[in-house]
């Protein structure tokens, strides 16, 4: 009970960090701090797996790409955290009131229901927790993960595709790029455009 | 260990959604942006994780997983968007880029 209270707090104030922080380098730690408190209460939910999983795909490789693409972007100092916009934080605070007194109050109102399953923890303790979810995964759900792994493989081919563009363009800088966007930049950047972000604080 | 009740992990998972929501509106910068996406996402997942408990049912961790899939995918797709608009435009702010504004 005390290991859910220090660890909901860690996380919470772990998510507004990710928010508030002003270097973007400080909010993707915080999201690691995040990350790896979901994963202490998935185990503490038992789901020992999933916990696994959270920490091997997202503390290891979202943030890792995060912190990356931060050091590849930002060490040029071309991203500056711009200030913070009165109205539209005002906006936010009030909507995000309203979500939360709003799902907080039908999770306090309304009692859990619904169909119960066989997956009782003695079964699981029994059966073997990862067992039982991986012949969950593999019958049940069979077309999913093929659909999920489809889907890996079209974000993957798109990454591609995008990362190459950015070889592209880099090799032939000076000459005519093919890029649609190009046109526009070019077009924009004759009237006023001016980048915001070296000049912002 | 599993005294804990679930009403408080639907509670915790609100909180972390709705920061991140906050997050998505108030911070301009793309990177931060995409950040507080997956903190939603992940308050959904703590959602779903402990609903599956509650109700003695693994579909909530098979769900999990497929969220952590498009997760992943995502991440991988928006940085590299990302990358690609820095090289464009020299700029991450989201109000930079509006040229599908009407």
């Given at each position: 009970m005390v290991l859910f209270w220090v660890v909901a707090a860690v996380a919470v104030l772990a998510a507004g960090g990710v928010v508030l922080n002003r270097n973007a380098i400080y909010s993707a730690l915080s999201l690691l701090v995040n990350f790896t408190m979901l994963a202490v209460l998935y185990l503490l939910l038992n789901a020992q797996f999933i916990a696994m999983v959270q920490v091997i795909?997202?503390?290891?490789?979202v943030v890792v790409l995060f912190v990356f693409v931060e050091m590849l972007l930002g060490a040029t100092g071309r991203i500056q955290v711009t200030g913070w916009l009165t109205p539209r934080l005002i906006v936010a605070a009030v909507a995000g009131f309203l979500l939360l007194s709003t799902v907080g109050s039908v999770v306090y109102e309304s009692a859990i229901g619904g169909m119960r399953g066989n997956a009782t923890p003695e079964m699981l303790a029994q059966a073997g927790q990862v067992q039982v979810l991986g012949i969950t995964l593999y019958t049940d759900y069979l077309l999913a993960v093929q659909l999920a792994g489809v889907l890996m493989l079209v974000g993957l081919v798109g990454a591609l595709q995008l990362g190459q563009q950015w070889q592209r363009g880099r090799t032939s800088q000076t000459t005519k790029s093919t890029l649609p966007l190009r046109s526009t930049e070019s077009a924009s950047a004759g009237t006023s455009h001016t980048p915001v972000s070296e000049s912002g604080g | 260990m599993s005294g804990v009740p679930t009403a408080w992990f639907l509670l915790l998972g609100a909180i972390l959604f709705t920061i991140g929501a906050v997050g998505v509106l108030v911070r301009r910068n793309v990177l931060i942006v995409l950040m507080c996406v997956e903190l939603m996402l992940n308050a959904v997942n703590l959602t779903f994780v402990a609903l599956g408990r509650e109700l003695n049912s693994l579909t909530g961790q098979v769900f999990v997983f497929f969220v952590i899939v498009v997760a992943a995918v995502e991440v991988a797709v928006g940085l590299a968007i990302l990358v690609e608009l820095n090289r464009l435009r020299q700029t991450a702010d989201v109000d930079e880029v509006s040229e599908l504004k009407g």
């Open positions: 795909v997202y503390a290891g490789a | -």
